[in-house]
């Protein structure tokens, strides 16, 4: 019979959420509200198309793909609260009842942000994808925390990072190189470059995705693309000039994405996952030299796929992380701190030499997110009691960016003028914590960094003895960490597991709650 005692039951929760964290990791790389409840139209185009490795589905939208994880989503938590003998929303001991509740005041403010939003249907995709971290995170907190093999549904993850690497690597070793020549020889056909011209002019009603980003004209593809566009048939190179500027420096890019949207969030998943999965190999009891190179092979991997990501953010985090761990290692505490302080060191030095020529050329991309900041703060000046609308970061934008352009033409300043109108377009602030100010104003800021805050706190002040629950506070701090620079919140594949872990963190799996589902 299937699952027909307590143990089989919690095994086919677990499982299930396995499957979903996989699934996630699998599918969802791409910012939701970009993509999943409204499809893009550049997925009718080939070109463009080829470029979203990571979109591939199983021949579903990517709109019905997200309805069905929501779905298994519900079916998780319908099957993990019915699990819990009552009181079912009892909270462990030692975890401030304001921080566990404090994500639901959050997310009532998002919704009631929602009422006033510049953008309908972008906030309620917003907002449903909100309620389904919120999901996640109370799946942990009062779930998975109170069943002994709770760390059987953090497989799916640990799958989910290995598939990333897998794909990372083949684009390092050929990929990469293989699907640009196949979009270049596909763009010379003539049916390809009607649809191009199609979408050009049926994209209108969809500006944050059209081709022609502000901003585009006048500026010229770097150097070193270009020497590489030359070498080919003058009328195929004169078609690929055609194309949009930042699609062609990502079609030109040696950064690895694997299944993820873009090299960042690559970074991402490895700094929040690599840990757990390396802890989760070397947590069985048997096998032990097997478990040892795999475990060594797969930090070898991860770390040469962040490497290759080209993530500056994620190699600094990643140097956090290492300091971190070093600092929990059985040694005294002054080999603990040289070994931290070596690893520093040298880990600086290595980030100097390669990215030095990067900050010789302006440090585009630090600029750029000055940019999204400063507009972010300047949003929520404006709109400071609930912002304009979840996930409409990009409206806020754009308006700041015209006005900056109109204000530099009219003191005809050419260096402001120049400025504005090279201004790289987002769809989103690259820092989770002032997306919230802009989006849902202070309050909803506030909220959001309260929690964070509060739960950095603490899980600070614990004491984690196990190796598997270290590797969770340590994966999450990069997560959180990243979340200054990044949209980690956005992409379901970062978020999810790490609302999922971050409840089960804060819950101190101790199996203290209900033994009659934590023992076996």
């Known amino acids: 019979m299937f699952a027909d005692t307590s143990g089989q039951k919690d095994r086919v929760f677990l499982i299930l959420t396995g499957v979903w964290l996989f699934t996630a990791l699998f599918l969802f790389g791409n910012p939701v509200i970009l993509d999943y409840l409204h499809p893009i139209k550049e997925q009718k185009n080939p070109v463009l198309n080829a470029m979203l490795q990571g979109e591939q589905n199983i021949g579903l939208s990517p709109k019905e793909n997200y309805q069905l994880v929501l779905a ?3 079916l998780v938590c319908v099957l993990g609260f019915s699990r819990l003998a009552k009181p079912m929303l009892r909270l462990p001991d030692g975890l401030p009842k304001w921080l566990a509740w404090l994500p639901l005041a959050w997310f009532g403010w998002q919704v009631l942000s929602l009422l006033q939003t510049a953008n309908q249907a972008m906030s309620i995709a917003t907002v449903i994808h909100f309620a389904s971290c919120l999901a996640a995170f109370y799946l942990g907190l ?27 690597c083949q684009e390092q070793f050929g990929g990469l190189e293989l699907t640009r020549n196949s979009i270049i020889e596909r763009l010379v056909t003539p049916s390809v470059l009607e649809n191009w011209l199609e979408f050009r002019y049926t994209t209108l009603d969809h500006p944050e995705k059209s081709p022609s980003q502000p901003g585009d004209e006048g500026k010229t593809i770097p150097a070193e693309i ?8 003058p009328e195929t190179a004169a078609k690929v000039r055609e194309l949009p500027l930042e699609l062609v420096k990502r079609m030109y ?12 969030a690559l970074a991402g ?18 096998w032990l030299v097997p478990r040892y190179a795999l475990t060594l092979g797969l930090a070898a991997v991860g770390l040469a796929c962040l490497y290759w990501s080209g993530s500056k953010a994620g190699w600094l ?18 080999l603990k701190l040289c070994l931290a302080s070596a690893a520093m060191v040298l880990g600086l030095a290595g980030f100097a030499l390669k990215y030095g020529d990067y900050f010789d050329r302006g440090a585009t991309s630090v600029g750029a997110r000055f940019g999204y900041w400063q507009a972010a703060v300047q949003t929520a000046v404006e709109e400071p009691l609930l912002g304009t609308g979840p996930g409409t970061f990009q409206l806020a934008y754009k308006q700041h960016r015209a006005l900056e352009l109109i204000e530099a033409i009219k003191k005809g300043d050419i260096e402001a003028v120049k400025k504005a109108s090279d201004a790289e377009p987002t769809r989103l602030a690259h820092n989770d914590y002032l997306q919230q100010a802009s989006d849902s104003g202070w309050p909803g800021f506030a909220l959001y960094a309260a929690f964070i805050g509060g739960a950095a706190w603490v899980l600070a002040r614990r004491r984690l003895d196990d190796p598997l629950l270290l590797a969770v506070r340590l994966g999450l701090l990069a997560w959180l960490l990243q979340g200054f620079v990044e949209f980690g919140l956005y992409i379901p594949a970062l978020a999810w597991p790490a609302w999922l872990m971050l409840g089960w963190l804060l819950a101190g799996p101790t199996n203290r709650f209900d033994k009659s589902v934590a023992t076996e």
Do not use: C, D
């Not at 690599?274 to 989760?280: D, K, N, R, T």
């Not at 971190?324 to 002054?334: C, G, I, Y």
């Open 72 to 74: 298994t989503l519900g």
């Open 226 to 233: 270009e020497k590489q566009i030359a070498a080919l048939p």
């Open 317 to 334: 985090i990643a140097l956090v992380l290492l300091g971190a761990w070093f600092l929990h290692l059985p040694l005294s505490r002054k």
């Open 142 to 168: 009062l779930v998975l925390a109170r069943m002994r093999l709770a760390k059987l549904a953090l497989w799916g993850a640990a799958l989910g990072l290995i598939l990333n690497l897998v794909n990372a």
């Open 269 to 286: 998943v490895i700094l929040l996952l690599l840990p757990v999965s390396l802890a989760l190999l070397l947590g069985q009891g048997r």
């Open 253 to 264: 890019s040696t950064r690895l994405y694997g299944r993820m949207f873009y090299p960042n």
